[in-house]
């Protein structure tokens, strides 16, 4: 599986890890307080996770996105777990405003407004995510 990114390093921030996932906050430039959630073994589809796993897993999806609600206040919450591109389970925690770059669209989709810059509060926000973040998963 040497080939697969996401059994590689992550070069973006890796805020946790523990034997089953990590949680890294990607660079995403548009969409500051982005999470993604990665499992460590290359699992490709979720019932390929035991039980006790997905459940540690989704506790950890919840934990994020009431994270994400309380640092970033959006107008939506995307939790989205995709694989096609690289068929390594992860997932994507996505802060979405009304306004934002693609919205309603997916981010991968259309873009609505092109001209869109989030504000520099959301950015002044990611320190402040990611150490919440490290502090809840480390408790
Ligand atoms: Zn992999």
Redesign the pocket.
Known sequence: ?ST????NEDVAQVVYKNQLFRIILPNESLYPGFVRLILNT?YKEMTDLSLSDANKVFSALLTIEKLVRQYLNPNKVNVASLGNV???LHWHIIPRFYNDAHYPNPIWGEKTNPQYKPPEILYNQVPRLALALATAFES
């Open positions: 599986m697969c990114v996401l059994c290359h690289v068929p390594h």
